[in-house]
C-alpha cells in the first residue's frame, strides 16, 4: 500500500469536527477503498481547548491556518473556515503555491477568488478541490466538471440555500409569517443570529456563480447576477400562488442566451406538480438541462456536519486515489487560460410569465387602468382577478392577483412603474417571476 496521504485541517466546526470524526472511524475501510491510508497531522482553529467530540492528541495544532499552510508537513490542506477573505484567502493561496492539494467548503472565497486560484493549482501541479462549496453533498461539481463533459448545457437551476427553503416551506405549511419563520429558523441553527446573507439570496448567487463557470467555461462574474431575496415573500404572496397551482422557491438560475449567459437569483413560483416543487425545509436541489443526457434533477441535503464533510472526504478520496504525474482535472473543467471571457445577457422573456400582486384603493375604474397599462407594455393577461378578505362594499384597499403571459422583464417593470404612478397603490407591488421546469 502507497505511503499515507497527509492532510492538514484549518477549521474545527461543525463540518471540521464531523470530518475528524469520519475519518477516525472509517480509517480502515478508507484505507482499503483509496489504496492508501489517509491520516490527519496537522489542525487548526481559533479556539484551542474547546471540547469538539473529537481525539486530536495525534495532531499538531498550529496556531493559525497560514502557518499551517506555509509549514505543516502534509499533503492535502483543507480549508474549512469560511469567508472570502482572511485567513482563507492568504491560508489557500500559500498551500497551492507550495504545491499542496487544497479540499474547500468555500463558495464565496471561490466565487471572489477562484479563477486566480485555479491559475495558482495549474501553476503548481495541485488539485483544488470544492465539491462541497455548492449544494451540500449533493456531488453536482464533479457532475459538470468531468460527468458531463461533451454535454452542451442549456441551463443550470436549483433550490441552493437551505435556510430559505426551510423558511418558505414552513410559511406556507404552517401558514406563519416570514419574521416567525425566520425566528424558528434561528433557533434551531439553520439561520445565522446575522440572516442576511441567506435570505437576501447572496449565499445562492455565490453558489450559482460557481456553477455558471463549469457549465458554460465563463470566468466566475458573481458580481453580474440578477439579485433579489425572499424578505418581501409575505403569507399572502404563499397562499395566492397555492390557489394558483404554485409553491414559491428561491431559485438561481443560469441560461445560456443569444445575447450571453443570464445569471438571476430570486423568489419564483413553480408548478405543484413539478418535481422541484416538492423539495422541502433544508434540502437542496440542482437541474441541469442539456442536449446529450437531457435533463438531470439532484436532490440531497445542502448543508449539515455530515452532509458537507461527506462532500469534503469525497474531494480527499479522489486526491488519494490519483496517481503520481497524472493529470489533473482542471478546478474549472478547462484551463484557466481557456475560460471565456463571461458576456451578461439582457433577462429574457420567461417562459411562465409573471404574478403581480397590488393592493389597490377601493376606487371605479381602477381594473380598467390595471389593465391599460399592461396592453401599452405589449402584456398578455392570463388572468386578472380581486382576491381580498374584504368586501368591496367596505371601502377597504382591494388585492389585485395578475398572472401574465410570457413577456420581459422590462416591460412589466415599466407597467408597474406606471401603475404605481396612478397613486391609487396601498404598498409596494409584488412581482415574481413564474418558472415552468422541464424537469417534472
Given at each position: 500500500?502507497?505511503?499515507a496521504?497527509?492532510?492538514?485541517?484549518?477549521?474545527?466546526?461543525?463540518?471540521?469536527?464531523?470530518l475528524?470524526?469520519?475519518?477516525?472511524?472509517?480509517?480502515?475501510?478508507l484505507?482499503?477503498?483509496?489504496?492508501?491510508?489517509?491520516?490527519?497531522?496537522?489542525?487548526?482553529?481559533?479556539?484551542?481547548n474547546?471540547?469538539?467530540?473529537?481525539?486530536?492528541?495525534?495532531?499538531?495544532?498550529?496556531?493559525?491556518?497560514?502557518?499551517?499552510?506555509?509549514?505543516?508537513?502534509?499533503?492535502?490542506?483543507?480549508?474549512?473556515?469560511?469567508?472570502?477573505?482572511?485567513?482563507?484567502?492568504?491560508?489557500?493561496?500559500?498551500?497551492?503555491?507550495?504545491?499542496?492539494?487544497?479540499?474547500?467548503?468555500?463558495?464565496?472565497?471561490?466565487?471572489?477568488?477562484?479563477?486566480?486560484?485555479?491559475?495558482?493549482?495549474?501553476?503548481?501541479?495541485?488539485?483544488?478541490?470544492?465539491?462541497?462549496?455548492?449544494?451540500?453533498?449533493?456531488?453536482?461539481?464533479?457532475?459538470?466538471?468531468?460527468?458531463?463533459?461533451?454535454?452542451?448545457?442549456?441551463?443550470?437551476?436549483?433550490?441552493?440555500?437551505?435556510?430559505?427553503?426551510?423558511?418558505?416551506?414552513?410559511m406556507?405549511?404552517?401558514?406563519?409569517?416570514?419574521?416567525?419563520?425566520?425566528?424558528?429558523?434561528?433557533?434551531?441553527?439553520?439561520?445565522?443570529?446575522?440572516?442576511?446573507?441567506?435570505?437576501?439570496?447572496?449565499?445562492?448567487?455565490?453558489?450559482?456563480?460557481?456553477?455558471?463557470?463549469?457549465?458554460?467555461?465563463?470566468?466566475?462574474?458573481?458580481?453580474?447576477?440578477?439579485?433579489?431575496?425572499?424578505?418581501?415573500?409575505?403569507?399572502d404572496?404563499?397562499?395566492?400562488?397555492?390557489?394558483?397551482?404554485?409553491?414559491?422557491?428561491?431559485?438561481?438560475?443560469?441560461?445560456?442566451?443569444?445575447?450571453?449567459?443570464?445569471?438571476?437569483?430570486?423568489?419564483?413560483?413553480?408548478?405543484?406538480?413539478?418535481?422541484?416543487?416538492?423539495?422541502?425545509?433544508?434540502?437542496?436541489?440542482?437541474?441541469?438541462?442539456?442536449?446529450?443526457?437531457?435533463?438531470?434533477?439532484?436532490?440531497?441535503?445542502g448543508?449539515?456536519?455530515n452532509?458537507?464533510?461527506?462532500?469534503?472526504?469525497?474531494?480527499?478520496?479522489?486526491?488519494?486515489?490519483?496517481?503520481?504525474?497524472?493529470?489533473?482535472?482542471?478546478?474549472?473543467?478547462?484551463?484557466?487560460t481557456?475560460?471565456?471571457?463571461?458576456?451578461?445577457?439582457?433577462i429574457?422573456?420567461?417562459?411562465?410569465?409573471?404574478?403581480?400582486?397590488?393592493k389597490?384603493?377601493?376606487?371605479?375604474?381602477?381594473?380598467?387602468?390595471?389593465?391599460?397599462?399592461?396592453?401599452?407594455?405589449?402584456?398578455?393577461?392570463e388572468?386578472?382577478?380581486?382576491?381580498?378578505?374584504?368586501?368591496?362594499?367596505?371601502?377597504e384597499?382591494q388585492?389585485?392577483?395578475?398572472?401574465?403571459?410570457a413577456?420581459t422583464?422590462q416591460?412589466?417593470?415599466?407597467?408597474?412603474?406606471?401603475?404605481?404612478?396612478?397613486?391609487?397603490?396601498?404598498?409596494?407591488?409584488?412581482?415574481?417571476?413564474i418558472?415552468?421546469?422541464?424537469?417534472?
Amino acid at each position: 500500500m502507497s505511503d499515507a496521504l497527509k492532510i492538514g485541517i484549518a477549521g474545527l466546526g461543525t463540518v471540521g469536527a464531523s470530518l475528524v470524526r469520519i475519518l477516525q472511524e472509517r480509517h480502515e475501510q478508507l484505507a482499503t477503498t483509496c489504496g492508501r491510508a489517509i491520516e490527519i497531522t496537522a489542525v487548526t482553529a481559533r479556539d484551542r481547548n474547546r471540547d469538539r467530540g473529537v481525539d486530536l492528541s495525534a495532531m499538531r495544532w498550529y496556531d493559525n491556518a497560514l502557518s499551517l499552510a506555509e509549514t505543516a508537513d502534509i499533503d492535502v490542506f483543507i480549508e474549512l473556515m469560511g469567508g472570502a477573505g482572511e485567513p482563507a484567502y492568504s491560508a489557500v493561496k500559500a498551500a497551492l503555491s507550495r504545491g499542496l492539494h487544497v479540499v474547500t467548503a468555500n463558495k464565496a472565497l471561490l466565487a471572489e477568488h477562484g479563477i486566480e486560484l485555479a491559475g495558482l493549482a495549474e501553476e503548481h501541479g495541485a488539485l483544488l478541490n470544492y465539491e462541497a462549496a455548492v449544494a451540500g453533498g449533493i456531488p453536482v461539481i464533479k457532475a459538470l466538471r468531468e460527468s458531463l463533459t461533451g454535454n452542451t448545457i442549456s441551463r443550470i437551476y436549483g433550490i441552493m440555500n437551505g435556510t430559505c427553503n426551510y423558511i418558505l416551506t414552513k410559511m406556507e405549511k404552517e401558514g406563519l409569517s416570514f419574521e416567525a419563520c425566520l425566528k424558528e429558523a434561528q433557533r434551531l441553527g439553520y439561520a445565522e443570529a446575522d440572516p442576511a446573507f441567506d435570505i437576501e439570496g447572496n449565499d445562492t448567487a455565490h453558489k450559482l456563480a460557481i456553477l455558471t463557470s463549469l457549465a458554460y467555461g465563463t470566468a466566475i462574474a458573481a458580481n453580474d447576477i440578477y439579485l433579489e431575496g425572499i424578505t418581501n415573500i409575505s403569507i399572502d404572496d404563499i397562499h395566492a400562488a397555492a390557489d394558483l397551482g404554485y409553491r414559491i422557491k428561491l431559485l438561481g438560475v443560469a441560461q445560456r442566451t443569444e445575447s450571453g449567459i443570464e445569471q438571476r437569483v430570486h423568489p419564483t413560483m413553480v408548478p405543484l406538480d413539478s418535481v422541484i416543487a416538492q423539495v422541502d425545509g433544508v434540502t437542496n436541489a440542482v437541474a441541469i438541462e442539456s442536449d446529450i443526457l437531457g435533463e438531470l434533477l439532484m436532490v440531497g441535503p445542502g448543508a449539515g456536519g455530515n452532509a458537507t464533510a461527506s462532500a469534503v472526504l469525497g474531494d480527499i478520496a479522489d486526491i488519494a486515489k490519483s496517481r503520481p504525474g497524472a493529470q489533473h482535472v482542471p478546478a474549472f473543467g478547462r484551463p484557466v487560460t481557456a475560460l471565456l471571457t463571461y458576456k451578461r445577457a439582457q433577462i429574457q422573456s420567461h417562459e411562465g410569465g409573471y404574478f403581480i400582486r397590488l393592493k389597490v384603493v377601493d376606487r371605479t375604474g381602477v381594473f380598467a387602468k390595471i389593465a391599460t397599462h399592461m396592453a401599452e407594455n405589449h402584456i398578455s393577461l392570463e388572468s386578472i382577478v380581486q382576491h381580498s378578505k374584504h368586501p368591496v362594499e367596505t371601502g377597504e384597499p382591494q388585492t389585485i392577483i395578475l398572472v401574465t403571459h410570457a413577456t420581459t422583464e422590462q416591460s412589466v417593470r415599466k407597467a408597474v412603474a406606471s401603475i404605481k404612478s396612478e397613486g391609487y397603490l396601498v404598498g409596494d407591488p409584488q412581482v415574481i417571476r413564474i418558472e415552468r421546469p422541464k424537469a417534472a
